[in-house]
């Protein structure tokens, strides 16, 4: 029950974004997936942007991503907190976000923008192919004309980020060390 209710929060608030009455695109998908993903991640209590007092998302580059993840977040909250979306040239600056969206565009920087943050407690989320296997935490694909997602739950773990059994059993897939299938 509890499984039908996370599924349906993560989906409904993607398909009622703006009051459509047509089919919201992949990025109005993706973008309530990125907000929503928040509500589903512990975050460690001493890591600097756990107790900052905004929840920020950012997204690297310029993406149109950004635009429909400002109209998702509004004036929305995570933990009490208001969420903000900041757009970074370089992963570099990303000590003060808590999601990391790193576009497919940049895919032959996805290796060094993950070495960036690799084992800093930020959720890392891409729509790049493959982007789970080389170390990234949650992945789009597209599957059957719709959005889904893949977990790498180990890296998450290297990060210190504990990700909620919800979230897990609603990812298409998810693999644990060495790219192990854990199911």
Known sequence: MLLLCVSSTLLLASMNLYGQASKPSEYDVEAAYLYNFGKFVQWPTGAPNASAAVFTICVIGDDPLEARLQAVVGKETINGRNVAVKRLSRPRGASQCQVLFIPARE???????????????????????????????????????????????????????????????????????GGRRVR
């Open 107 to 177: 895919e032959d920087l996805i290796g060094r923008d993950l070495e960036e943050v690799r084992r800093t407690p930020i959720l890392t989320v891409s729509d790049s192919p493959d982007f789970t296997r080389h170390g990234g935490m949650i992945g789009f694909v597209i599957q059957n004309h719709r959005v889904r997602f893949e977990v790498n739950i180990a890296a998450a773990r290297k990060a210190g980020l504990q990700l909620s059994s919800e979230l897990l059993k609603v990812a298409l897939n998810v693999t644990g060390e």
